[in-house]
């Protein structure tokens, strides 16, 4: 069953994509295929098929917090 809102594919993106940082941008959607939802991010990062999708939002941020501070 869908959660109430959401679209086919979610965004989880930095809170300041233009951050003059000069890091690679990283931008991730959550694909859903069928029960399961994938996050994959434009840098070639993916994160398991979850069906729980908080599970799978929650890992796609802890990528984008590592890349941040690394």
Known sequence: MR???EDEASRVEPKDPEDP???PLHRVVLT???PFVAPR???GWYG???RSR???RDEAAAHMAASAAG
């Open 48 to 50: 398991p098929a979850r």
């Open 32 to 34: 859903e295929r069928g």
């Open 54 to 56: 908080p599970l799978a």
């Open 3 to 5: 959660d109430q809102g």
């Open 21 to 23: 940082g000069g890091g």
């Open 41 to 43: 991010c434009v840098c």
